[in-house]
């Protein structure tokens, strides 16, 4: 369960970072010809940091509580198992 909430989570943090990105990803200009050009305005670190962001910030929410319930899991079955 634990593992189908994050990956509900990560899906749902991917299509609202790309519904932003396609919102600002072409912009049109008007030369001096009176033509169009379409400019791409990409920030390669923008995609990198908003992941990284959304890391560290579920590890913060959850990583301690995840860690602490696996380590029990795990002590508590190798303990009794032997």
Same mark, same amino acid.
């Given at each position: 369960?634990?593992?189908?909430?994050?990956?509900? &989570?990560?899906?749902? @943090?991917?299509?609202?970072? $790309?519904? +932003? $990105?396609?919102?600002? /990803?072409?912009?049109?200009?008007?030369? &001096?010809?009176?033509? &169009?050009? *379409? %400019?791409?305005?990409?920030?390669? =670190? $923008? *995609?990198?940091?908003? =992941?990284? #962001? +959304?890391?560290?910030?579920?590890? #913060?929410? @959850?990583?301690? $509580?995840?860690? @602490? @319930? #696996?380590?029990?899991? +795990?002590?508590?079955? /190798?303990? #009794? %198992?032997?």
């Amino acid at each position: 369960m634990i593992m189908l909430v994050m990956l509900c &989570q990560t899906l749902v @943090y991917r299509e609202i970072t $790309s519904l +932003f $990105s396609l919102k600002n /990803s072409t912009t049109t200009t008007d030369t &001096q010809d009176g033509e &169009q050009e *379409k %400019h791409t305005d990409k920030d390669p =670190w $923008s *995609k990198t940091l908003n =992941w990284y #962001f +959304f890391a560290v910030t579920n590890y #913060f929410l @959850y990583g301690e $509580s995840i860690i @602490y @319930y #696996f380590k029990v899991r +795990f002590t508590c079955n /190798s303990i #009794f %198992h032997r």
